[in-house]
């Protein structure tokens, strides 16, 4: 038997569908304009951000796993501080589940399809211009303190930092205090500091007691330790038709050893903040705390990081400009690639033509910013796609029909899928995705470009996970 709907229920869902179709074809008019040279607004005479600029980078930090975006773990006592003086967004989306995509994004404010490096192990190509680069050709001091894995020289993200320090994986055991030694020394300086750490990326092995400081009462599988290697396993049997799960217990050793990296992590941050205010550089410089990407815990099955739920691309993004301000907390979806832009206007920069971000600085000055898509793409699985805009956030993939709808604000772990009931939500944010896919695809940097890497380097990152 067929339903037969009511004229008024027809003219209702036409109405709805065609408003949806003039909002996606707005949206990705916007895209179109974001091609060009952000122009939010002309550059202010008066810098917003007119010293130092500091970003602090923690690889693989979950948004939701800190105090500050709702956590009831004690995480995150430093940064929560810091987001206190601080502008922080609520929904901020990472271009890639991975490292060297995501951050190529970051710094480059493109996305990954147009700089190339769709997947780990690519390399920036030369032609794409970093933020580093336009920092440093405005005169700013130029340093990165980085913790090796797809960071190191050879995929070329050193493009624009006149000195970078790699660590040997060590986290900021190792560089910690050099970055600081670095920051007294430079102090009177006008620089563009990044400093990025796995310290929060499995093995999930932060030294003690931060290691174990959220372990009591868990009683996991003897002998299991939530190592790259055992996580792997479980990863890539998502693959394949027999996936496996961690255990009820296993599960919550490994969340709760990845908080004690956070824990350990934030310790840094808080002592990295104390030397800035010691310097008395709180009141001239500009500091940023921000994630590549996140970390999945069986949301949707898996573990680690190579799935586009919120649960992996959305970020933390804190922005506290010189002096602070009173934790403002901004609602406007945004992307990583907004970050390159935002920094420029801020600090009165020029931008290069082309970027695909745009600035952010009217919401830091209290002005509304109209709703753009927040687009994130991985190789994996088909292609994915995924895109919030809105209420709502939608996954598909090129190379089959699965599709995933879900209301993110009040769904934020994604567990319920709408398309099924909203199929005129699901049709045309997929139309804006394939209409993204031609803009980015007409503008793409071409075949990715492979780095020559050394045994050890090679090595190292198959301990990380990243290879095989």
Not at 158 to 172: E, I, L, R
Not at 232 to 237: A, D, F, N
Not at 289 to 302: I, K, P
Request: aromatic share 10%; hydrophobic share 35%.
């Amino acid at each position: 038997m067929t339903d037969t709907l009511s004229p008024a229920t027809v003219r209702s869902r036409q109405r709805r569908t065609a408003g949806l179709r003039v909002f996606g074809a707005l949206a990705l008019a916007l895209i179109l304009a974001c091609s060009k040279p952000p122009s939010a607004e002309a550059p202010s005479a008066e810098p917003a951000f007119p010293g130092p600029i500091l970003v602090i980078d923690l690889d693989t930090l979950r948004a939701d796993h800190l105090g500050c975006y709702g956590y009831d773990r004690p995480t995150s006592l430093h940064i929560d501080q810091l987001a206190s003086e601080a502008y922080r967004f609520e929904w901020a989306y990472g271009q890639a589940p991975d490292t060297a995509p995501s951050h190529s994004s970051t710094f480059t404010s493109l996305y990954p399809s147009v700089h190339g490096v769709n997947y780990n192990g690519a390399r920036l190509p030369d032609a794409v211009t970093t933020m580093a680069e336009v920092f440093s050709s405005a005169g700013y001091l130029t340093a990165a303190f980085v913790d090796g894995g797809f960071m190191i020289p050879e995929f070329n993200l050193n493009q624009g930092f006149q000195h970078y320090a790699v660590s040997d994986w060590g986290g900021f055991y190792q560089f910690g205090q050099e970055a600081i030694d670095w920051i007294t020394e430079h102090a009177d300086k006008k620089f563009f500091l990044w400093i990025h750490s796995y310290d929060v990326h499995a093995d999930y092995y932060a030294p003690e007691p931060f290691r174990s400081y959220f372990t009591d009462g868990i009683t996991p599988t003897p002998g299991f330790e939530p190592t790259v290697r055992e996580l792997e396993v479980i990863r890539r049997s998502h693959f394949g038709p027999e996936p496996l799960q961690l255990n009820a217990e296993d599960l919550a050793f490994t969340k709760a050893r990845y908080d004690g990296g956070i824990r350990y992590a934030d310790y840094w941050v808080g002592r990295i903040l104390d030397q800035i205010r010691q310097l008395g550089l709180d009141r001239t410089a500009t500091i940023i705390l921000l994630s590549d990407h996140g970390e999945e815990f069986q949301e949707h099955g898996s573990v680690q990081h190579d799935r586009l739920y919120t649960t992996v691309t959305r970020i933390p993004l804190l922005i506290r400009p010189p002096g602070g301000t009173d934790g403002k907390v901004i609602d406007t979806v945004v992307q990583a690639l907004d970050l390159m832009p935002t920094l420029l206007d801020g600090a009165g920069i020029e931008p290069p033509t082309g970027l695909q971000g745009r600035s952010l600085m009217p919401l830091l000055r209290g002005k509304a910013l109209r709703d753009l898509p927040a687009i994130s793409e991985s190789p994996y699985f088909g292609h994915r796609r995924a895109v919030a805009l809105g209420e709502y956030r939608f996954l598909a993939a090129r190379g089959n029909d699965r599709r995933e709808l879900f209301r993110f604000r009040q769904d934020p772990l994604e567990q319920i899928e709408l398309s099924a009931t909203h199929p005129d939500v699901a049709d045309n944010l997929y139309s804006l995705l394939e209409s993204w896919q031609d803009v980015v695809d007409r503008r793409s940097a071409g075949p990715a470009e492979m780095p020559n890497l050394d045994d050890e380097t090679v090595e190292g990152l198959k301990a990380l996970g990243y290879l095989d």
